[in-house]
């Protein structure tokens, strides 16, 4: 069946013009260099731009990665101060300079790192503040909160807390 098809072809040849053969020739050889540009090297180009900017992209991510480790390391330098002194200390200081003395009814210590503390008519927002900076300047550790909103006093709220000494 081939052979029947390549004598075909051999006599369709044979009986053209020589410009017509060589039209066919060039045209054949313009349809091979598209099958190769489409086959392979579209594919190929397209493939290695692709690379080129994920290559660009995780660069651009591993500088930000170390800028973020620089500042990592230097806020780990920079964590919470120590306080001397007893953490019961602290809290009592803490609160008396951040206008909380008068709420602050009732302290007491639960060993030698913990302190259990209760307080009346707070302003919320102080409270929270006071917090915050008890954990982030002092490391002081929150490990039970209950907090009650007061009927009819917008703002204000009675609140139970215990307190840990700053964790290593």
Not at 87 to 107: E, F, Q
Not at 116 to 142: C, K, P, T
């Amino acid at each position: 069946m081939i052979n029947t098809y390549m004598q075909q072809f051999v006599a369709y040849w044979a009986q053209l013009r020589p410009r017509e053969r060589l039209g066919l020739i060039a045209a054949a050889v313009l349809v091979l260099l598209t099958m190769i540009y489409l086959l392979l090297w579209e594919p190929v180009f397209n493939e290695s731009n692709r690379l080129k900017h994920s290559i660009e992209q995780q660069q651009e991510l591993v500088g930000w990665m170390r800028q973020s480790a620089a500042e990592a390391k230097a806020l780990r330098g920079s964590g919470p101060q120590r306080f001397n002194g007893s953490l019961l200390g602290l809290i009592d200081s803490t609160a008396k300079n951040s206008s909380l003395g008068n709420s602050m009814k009732r302290v007491e210590p639960d060993g030698s790192d913990r302190v259990r503390v209760w307080m009346e008519q707070a302003s919320f927002d102080e409270l929270i503040h006071w917090l915050n900076q008890l954990q982030r300047n002092y490391g002081v550790q929150i490990t039970s909160v209950v907090i009650d909103r007061m009927e009819g006093g917008t703002g204000f709220v009675n609140a139970r807390f215990e307190f840990s000494g700053a964790s290593s």
